[in-house]
């Protein structure tokens, strides 16, 4: 397998799991909005680390994959 290969998969892998992260932190964020008055402390401040952990994640993902793709395009050259 050539080495764009690899990046190409690589990309693709991080893609399936930066789609999978933004569901996830949406989906807290969506909880945290509908029951952020009446949620237990715990749940609360679960979710509310949980959404911060995603958007980290999200964030070095994305950058892992647009290293990815810069290196792509150069062995295109």
Avoid: C, H
């Amino acid at each position: 397998m050539s080495k764009l290969d690899e990046l190409k998969e690589e990309v693709n892998w991080l893609g399936r799991w930066l789609t999978a992260f933004i569901v996830t932190m949406f989906a807290l964020v969506g909880w945290l909005a509908l029951n952020y008055k009446t949620a237990e402390e715990f749940p609360f401040y679960a979710a509310t680390i949980g959404v911060a952990f995603f958007a980290i994640a999200i964030y070095l993902i994305n950058r892992s994959a647009i290293k990815k793709i810069r290196q792509m395009k150069e062995l295109k050259k």
